[in-house]
């Protein structure tokens, strides 16, 4: 994995102590490090400059975890299911830590800012020794150089709103496609949501610090850069200004972004969006629900009228414009009748993809104190039928594209042997028959099928 060696801002007398002590410890050999990250690209992100800070230390990454010195689990906390694998992770990692004493397991991140979170792993998992909250990663090389020189265990969940480090060592996953945070935390409470809770209130990075990171990143040859926040058009600064100042850096790439909240998805941002050509014509835009009531318990503050101009504002200006959401199913006290409504709204919106989620009860939202009567398994049912005529209204709505030449960044090998993979401007996924060379560079593809996931295509000069 490469990664290019900055000064980071957490560069610090921690970070030198914490150097001798790795080196004092593992004396001349050099330890591994496994990091896996669970959750959304925020999460990846920030689990991307916990991978700069330890490489920094001194350690060196490994994708094998049996290998590894110190192994850190990174938490997403936004549904049980996500809690769950967690947790059965942890009970995993007992076998590791008794054939090696000496294996730091580390859990940081959303789950474990949740304090009876913090508590049952104090209490039923003595094999992790390292557990810090999304507020801590500025004290990572203090924590890490006591659970290395003390052997004790330590816990830090505490709330801070700090200031946002830049200058952060990132080794990225990818050598093409970059994701930027541009602002932390968020301050909308929707009230089945437990973002607010671990993430805080919204921090944003300054115009500047973003533009520059992004034209490091052009500089070294990254193709398609993802703004990062849970609501990025609530962005400090002017999230509709900040776009058109990247659209500016010369190079060859695009950008796109996520999430943004149809509340203040004004017809301001869609006019960025169509003007700067380097800004993707797609807009993740999370509805959650098609029925107004839902969406006012769930204190969403816009309608599905509102919502809708939206999109036919945009789709008037460009009609292929893509749309993808999140929906959650079944919130609590929701009827089959509302429910419908959702679906109403998928067929009239037409998005090329769809998340959906049946609710997860949250410890400490609002929403966990409402009657819920529907069962788990008729909310499954419920999600089954909302994803089979999703399936209908894709495979309509990517007819649209038979026959037109799209922009497309080339990303993977394809599902069938001789074929890659890639996302077009407008967010579709592409096959088409290509050499393996071609990843990490766009092409051009005639479009020749359209599928109920994905579109077929020749590549065209
Ligand atoms: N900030 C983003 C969403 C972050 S969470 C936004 O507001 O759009 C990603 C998605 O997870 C949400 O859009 C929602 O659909 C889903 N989600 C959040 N909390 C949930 C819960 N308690 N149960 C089920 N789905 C949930
Ligand atoms: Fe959660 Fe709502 Fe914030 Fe998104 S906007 S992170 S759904 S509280
Ligand atoms: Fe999960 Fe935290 Fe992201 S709760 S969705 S990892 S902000």
């Known amino acids: 994995m490469e990664f290019k060696s900055i000064s980071c801002a957490f560069d610090s007398l921690d970070l030198k102590m914490l150097k001798d002590a790795v080196k004092t410890k593992y004396k001349d050999a050099t330890p591994l490090c496994y990091l896996h990250s669970y959750g959304c690209q925020q999460n990846v992100s920030d689990g991307e400059k916990l991978k700069g800070m330890i490489v920094k230390s001194g350690f060196s990454l490994t994708e094998n975890e049996a290998l590894a010195d110190l192994i850190v689990i990174n938490t997403c906390a936004v549904r049980e299911n996500a809690h769950e694998r967690v947790f059965g992770r942890l009970g995993e990692l007992k076998h590791l830590k008794e054939k090696n004493k000496d294996l730091i397991i580390c859990v940081c991140g959303c789950m474990v800012q949740q304090k009876h979170v913090a508590d049952r792993i ?85 115009v500047d610090a973003i533009v520059d990171e992004v034209k490091g990143l052009v500089k070294d040859g990254y193709k398609e850069i993802t703004l990062l926040g849970q609501n990025v058009n609530s962005y400090a600064y002017g999230f509709s200004e900040l776009l058109r100042r990247l659209n500016d850096i010369e190079g060859d790439f695009w950008i796109r972004f996520m999430s943004s909240h149809p509340k203040d998805a004004t017809s301001n941002l869609i ?20 029925n107004n009531d839902i969406l006012k318990k769930m204190n969403r ?161």
């Open 122 to 206: 104090k209490n039923t998992y003595p094999h992790v020794s390292l557990v810090f909250g999304t507020f801590a990663y500025g004290d990572f090389y203090k924590m890490l150089y006591e659970v290395i020189v003390s052997g004790k265990r330590v816990f830090n969940i505490e709330e801070k709103q700090g200031e946002i480090a830049e200058d952060v060592l990132q080794v990225r996953s990818s050598s093409f496609k970059a994701y930027v945070s541009i602002m932390y935390g968020c301050n909308n409470f929707c009230t089945y949501c437990i973002v607010p809770y671990v993430r805080g209130r919204e921090r944003s990075r300054s």
């Open 301 to 461: 503050r816009y309608t599905v009228e509102k919502y809708l101009e939206t999109v036919e504002y945009a789709r008037r200006r460009c009609g292929d414009f893509s749309f993808s959401t999140d929906i959650i199913v079944g919130f609590p006290g929701e009827s089959y009748e509302q429910f419908c409504d959702t679906k109403a709204l998928l067929e009239k919106v037409k998005f090329d993809n769809v998340y959906s989620f049946v609710y997860s009860k949250r410890e400490g939202t609002k929403a966990a104190e409402l009657e819920d009567k529907v069962s788990v398994k008729q909310k499954g049912l419920w999600l089954r039928e909302l994803l089979l005529m999703q399936r209908e209204v894709t495979e309509k709505w990517l007819g649209r594209f038979v026959g037109k030449k799209l922009r497309v960044l080339t990303e993977d090998t394809g599902k069938q042997d001789g074929f890659l993979i890639g996302h077009s401007y407008e967010n579709i996924v592409v096959e088409f028959p290509g050499d393996e060379k071609l990843i990490g560079s766009f092409v051009y593809v005639k479009i020749t099928k359209a599928m109920n996931w994905a579109l077929l295509g020749e590549i065209s000069r």
């Open 271 to 290: 006019d960025a969006i169509i003007d700067c050509d380097k800004v993707c014509s797609h807009l993740h835009l999370p509805v959650q629900s098609g």
